[in-house]
C-alpha cells in the first residue's frame, strides 16, 4: 500500500513537471498562462495520482506492465522539453538553445521532402507565413517526428530483450487493460489483433492525415498559424506523440494475442499428453 502511494506521488510530480516545462523554460510567460497551466497541472497530476493508488484500475492501460508508459512518459517529456528550448531559442538564443536549433535545422531539412509528414505540416501553415516561422515549425516537427521513431525502435528492443509484458512475471488483462472487455463476444484472440492491425494502421496514417484534416478546415475554421510558443509546442508533440503512441499500442495488443495463442497451444499439448497416459 504504501509503495504504490509512493509511486503514485512520484508519477504525479512528473506529469507536473511535464505540463510545467514550457512555462519554465520559455520566456516571458505570462500570469494567465501561468494559471492555467497550474491548474491543468493539477489536473493531471490528480488523475496521474488515483488512478496508480487504486487497486483497481481505471483509464490508463498497461499500468503493471512497465516499461510501456514509462517509456511514452520519456518520449513525451523528451519533445516537449526540447521543443522548448528549440521556440527559446529564437526569442534568447543561448548555446543549447543553438544546439537544439542545429539539430533541428539538419532533421528537419533531412526528413522535408514531397508528401513527407513534415512537409505536410509546413504546407498546414497560412501562405503569409514569415520564412523563419515556417523553419521554425519545419525544425520542431523533424526533431519531433524523429523522437517519435526512436520511442518505437526503443520498445521494439526493448520488447525483444526484456521478454514484454513477462519481464515481471504473469500479465493481467484486467489491470493492464481495463477498456478491454474479454467477454464482449467473439474470440479474444481475434479480437486483440483486429485491435492492434487498427491502432498500427491509424498510427501510421495520423502523421499524414492530421496536417491534411486541418488544411482542408481552414475555410471554415481559418488557418493555423502556430504563432503561439505554447501552442506550436504542444500542437507538433502530439502530433508526432499520438501517432508513436498507437503504434506501441498496436504493437503491444500483437504481442498479447500471440502470447495467448502460445499458452492455448501448450495447453492444448498438455491435455493431449494427458490423455495418452496408461490408465
Known amino acids: 500500500m504504501i509503495n504504490r502511494m509512493v509511486g503514485a506521488t512520484i508519477r504525479a510530480v512528473f506529469v507536473i513537471l511535464l505540463i510545467a516545462t514550457p512555462s519554465l523554460v520559455l520566456p516571458g ?14 489536473f493531471g497530476a490528480g488523475l496521474t495520482f488515483f488512478e496508480y493508488a487504486s487497486t483497481y484500475p481505471g483509464l490508463i492501460e498497461f499500468r503493471d506492465a512497465s516499461p510501456f508508459n514509462r517509456i511514452r512518459f520519456g518520449s513525451l517529456f523528451v519533445t516537449i522539453f526540447l521543443l522548448s528550448l528549440l521556440v527559446s531559442g529564437g526569442m534568447f538564443p543561448t548555446a543549447w538553445t543553438n544546439a537544439v536549433t542545429a539539430l533541428g535545422a539538419t532533421i528537419g531539412q533531412a526528413i522535408d521532402f514531397p508528401y513527407s509528414p513534415v512537409r505536410l505540416v509546413v504546407l498546414m501553415l497560412p501562405p503569409d507565413a514569415s520564412v523563419e516561422h515556417v523553419h521554425m515549425v519545419r525544425n520542431a516537427a523533424g526533431l519531433a517526428y524523429l523522437i517519435s521513431l526512436l520511442t518505437l525502435f526503443a520498445f521494439i528492443v526493448l520488447q525483444r530483450l526484456w521478454q514484454w509484458p ?4 504473469s500479465f493481467n488483462v484486467w489491470v493492464n487493460l481495463p477498456t478491454f472487455d474479454p467477454t464482449a463476444g467473439g474470440d479474444v484472440v481475434d479480437r486483440l489483433e483486429r485491435d492492434a492491425r487498427f491502432n498500427i494502421a491509424l498510427g501510421f496514417l495520423l502523421p499524414f492525415l492530421t496536417p491534411a484534416v486541418i488544411k482542408s478546415a481552414t475555410s471554415l475554421f481559418g488557418a493555423v498559424s502556430l504563432d503561439g510558443p505554447q501552442t506550436l509546442i504542444w500542437t507538433v508533440a502530439a502530433w508526432a506523440f499520438l501517432p508513436a503512441s498507437l503504434f506501441m499500442r498496436g504493437i503491444a495488443m500483437g504481442r498479447i494475442a500471440a502470447l495467448i495463442t502460445q499458452k492455448r497451444k501448450l495447453s492444448s499439448e498438455a491435455e493431449g499428453n494427458a490423455g495418452l497416459l496408461p490408465v
Not at 510567460?29 to 493539477?42: F, S
Not at 513477462?166 to 512475471?169: S, T, Y
Open 29 to 42: 510567460t505570462t500570469a494567465d498562462v501561468a494559471q492555467i497551466v497550474t491548474l491543468v497541472a493539477l
Open 166 to 169: 513477462l519481464n515481471h512475471g
